[in-house]
């Protein structure tokens, strides 16, 4: 496994490779990431993955600045996967150059995390723009565990540089918590909650699979998760997976939650 970590040396380095799958992440690897890697490796002939925690999606600084970080145990973590390059570029080699155009939303994309995380997703958008621009590479892997984010990326990249980015599985631990690495974050009893959280909200989707009133449902589920567990959400949807409309009933549709225990901000959708 080779270490980059700049993008000159990048360029030398992989120029040559034709069939490069390439996975990026802000690190704190997990089951997650690795199932994304499992993806590129089977799916292509070399697989790079990026650690960078990009500063321009973090719309409050101190969330920026406690977003977990473990590039030794990143590494030791990788070493044991099937990965060939590992980039782990620093800010001036990424934001390298100014931006001609500003990246926008559509106005209809302004939904569930782009409303309550103001440029997030511009800033998702303008990372994921400059680090293609500079991997080039066949194919990119990201997970559906941030859904609206592959959605707009997958859309993005596929009408500028015709790449296809695959959308892969959500990974959960074995009571149903999606992975992430906000999870390191958050003490034993924390994990209980969110795993209580997601169990309740599995519970209420079969159960009200016929229903043809499901968001006002959620609007009261809603108010009865954040009384029993102290705990803010967000937004609590049900929409459909291929256009993100928010529908009344579970047809080819998610349930899209985005809350935070104490000050860490956890998403899922299911
Ligand atoms: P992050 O390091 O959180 O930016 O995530 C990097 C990539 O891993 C993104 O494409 C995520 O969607 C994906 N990912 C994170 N957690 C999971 C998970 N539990 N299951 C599947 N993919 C995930």
């Known amino acids: ?93 990424i934001y390298s150059y100014k931006r001609f ?9 302004k939904i569930l995390c782009a409303k309550h995380r103001k ?7 303008d990372v994921m723009d400059r680090l293609t621009k500079l991997i080039n590479p066949k194919k990119i892997f990201m997970g559906k565990k941030d859904f609206q984010q592959f959605i707009l990326v997958k859309n993005y990249i596929k009408k ?26 958050l003490n034993k009893r924390e994990l209980l909650i969110s795993s209580q959280i997601i169990n309740n909200l599995l519970f209420f989707k079969n159960k009200f699979r016929k229903s043809k009133n499901i968001n006002h449902l959620l609007r009261i589920k809603k108010i009865e998760l954040q009384n029993k567990y102290e705990i803010k959400i967000e937004y609590l949807e049900n929409r459909k997976i291929h256009n993100f409309k928010k529908i009344n009933y579970i047809n080819k549709s998610n349930i899209f939650i985005a809350y935070y225990i104490k000050k860490v901000r956890l998403i899922d959708n299911l």
């Not at 155009?101 to 994309?109: E, Q």
């Open 119 to 125: 440029g997030h997703f511009e800033g998702v958008l």
């Open 101 to 109: 155009r500003k990246i926008k939303l559509n106005k209809k994309d």
């Open 160 to 185: 500028k540089y015709n790449i296809n980015v695959i959308g892969c599985p959500i990974i959960r631990d074995v009571n149903n918590v999606a992975l992430s690495s906000r999870n390191f974050l």
């Open 1 to 93: 496994m080779k270490i980059i970590l700049n993008s000159k040396d990048l360029r030398k380095k992989i120029n040559h490779i034709k069939n490069l799958g390439f996975v990026p992440t802000m690190g704190s690897i997990h089951e997650g990431h690795l199932s994304l890697i499992k993806k590129s490796v089977t799916n292509c002939n070399k697989t790079l993955v990026s650690i960078f925690i990009n500063p321009k999606q973090f719309n409050k600084k101190k969330d920026f600045i406690n977003y977990p970080k473990k590039i030794n145990s990143d590494l030791s973590i990788l070493r044991k996967s099937k990965v060939d390059y590992v980039f782990i570029p620093k800010i001036k080699d």
